[in-house]
């Protein structure tokens, strides 16, 4: 893997290398580089501040990326596929929240793609992660992938869903709604099964066209026992489906006009991830009825 250029101009960022295994450098770099060759405790001090650049978790050329393979690849729902892949610690370690994605290419020089990652943090997966992708043509090399392809990935990061942060913390969270439309479902199955919102009251509002859009429809009475209440709500339902029909947000909205919703706005808190529509008009029911928007999160 070649070497990337590190800068050691103070407030610089680090730039790529030439591809030929050495440090790009300019006059001040050589000078640098002339003390360091002159110091081994210096030269393994600069270097370790290289390393932990190139290690930053943050959008752009400091993402490092590591070889996983695909393990299986099957219809979770209409238009969506499920991949689990077997992933390093390296990848795996960092993922700590539900609401965290990874960026993945297929090849080193493949420009990215970002995934939400949909399998439960804490290790219960191994070394296994899941993703919940949309079929589209941005994602069809993800999609079309097939057991035992190779794929690079980066450490799981993001901020992901602050249901440990201030917000929360502040007003004892006891009760949250949960809103999902398509594959906006993943960080939620991570939330519901890693057990991080265990002893909560929760109820989750999950959006799609048809009943064959609804993924994980199979661990909806296993996410019931949990203690989460879950609330189909198909836009194109059809007669021959006898649960609610519309959007979510126009369910979340008539439940509290009726009576018959749940928010009890001091110890309310929301996780939301879906279109920018859905998530405006969810908020604004909760503006409405007292809840803060800093207690609505989401995962970006």
Not at 75 to 84: H, K, N
Not at 159 to 186: L, P
Not at 216 to 232: I, L, N, Q
Request: proline share 4%; aromatic share 8%.
């Amino acid at each position: 893997m070649p070497l990337r250029a590190w800068n050691p101009a103070p407030g610089r960022a680090a730039t790529a290398g030439d591809g030929s295994g050495q440090l790009s450098s300019s006059a001040t770099d050589r000078s640098a580089l002339g003390l360091c060759a002159a110091s081994g405790a210096l030269l393994a001090a600069l270097l370790r501040r290289r390393s932990t650049r190139l290690q930053r978790h943050a959008w752009g050329d400091d993402v490092v990326y590591h070889s996983a393979s695909v393990l299986s690849n099957v219809e979770a729902a209409e238009g969506l596929r499920l991949i689990t892949v077997e992933a390093p610690e390296e990848v795996v370690k960092p993922f700590a929240k539900a609401g965290q994605y990874v960026m993945a290419k297929p090849a080193a020089d493949a420009k990215p793609s970002f995934y939400s990652i949909s399998s439960p943090f804490g290790g219960s997966m191994g070394s296994k992660m899941e993703f919940l992708i949309k079929l589209s043509e941005s994602n069809a090399w993800m999609t079309g992938t097939k057991s035992g392809d190779a794929l690079q990935l980066s450490p799981a990061m993001g901020r992901g869903f602050s249901i440990d942060g201030e917000a929360w913390k502040a007003a004892d969270v006891s009760q949250v709604g949960i809103f999902a439309s398509g594959s906006g479902i993943a960080p939620m199955r991570a939330a519901i099964e890693s057990g991080a919102l265990a002893g909560k009251v929760c109820r989750l509002y999950y959006g799609a066209r048809s009943e064959a859009g609804l993924a994980y429809a199979d661990r909806f009475d296993a996410w019931r026992k949990s203690g989460v209440e879950v609330v189909p709500v198909l836009s194109q339902g059809g007669d021959s489906w006898g649960g609610r029909q519309g959007y979510i947000q126009d369910a979340f909205k008539q439940d509290e006009e009726r009576g018959e919703g749940f928010v009890l706005s001091a110890k309310h808190g929301a996780l939301i991830c879906g279109q920018k529509e859905m998530v405006e008009a969810v908020r604004q029911v909760y503006s409405q009825l007292g809840v803060p928007e800093e207690r609505t999160l989401l995962n970006f």
